[in-house]
Nanobody, 119 residues
Framework: QVQLVESGGGLVQAGGSLRLSCAAS?????????????WAWYRQAPGKQRELVAT???????NYADSVKGRFTISRDNAKNTVYLQMLSLKPEDTAVYYC????????WGQGTQVTVSS
């Protein structure tokens, strides 16, 4: 199966930036089909429901939650089987565990990476 490994989280002050990465690996058969699937980033803060942050479709169409529009950018490097989330002008309310997701039926999830923004 496909495995997604996330990196790039950390602790930053308000107004700072981070870039999250999510790299997919697996069998040749699975990797071959990755580029035909959509990517998404979610986040979940303690005591809150998981929130969809950004999506990138196979046609490179992107969508963002209103709370991050103008600050976050999702991008993908199909050659590297990797999706990124560039996060600028971070706010304390962005603090959460961020998860990447690849595909649907089946879908694959990253392990999560903690982003903490201090005021």
């Amino acid at each position: 199966q496909v495995q997604l490994v996330e990196s790039g989280g950390g602790l930053v002050q308000a107004g700072g930036s981070l870039r999250l990465s999510c790299a997919a690996s697996g069998s040749i058969f699975s990797i071959f089909s990755i580029n035909n699937k959509g990517w998404a980033w979610y986040r979940q803060a303690p005591g809150k429901q998981r929130e969809l942050v950004a999506t990138s479709t196979t046609g490179s169409t992107t969508n963002y939650a209103d709370s991050v529009k103008g600050r976050f950018t999702i991008s993908r490097d199909n050659a590297k089987n990797t999706v990124y989330l560039q996060m600028l002008s971070l706010k304390p309310e962005d603090t959460a565990v961020y998860y990447c997701k690849l595909g649907t039926r089946p879908e694959y999830w990253g392990q999560g990476t903690q982003v903490t923004v201090s005021s």
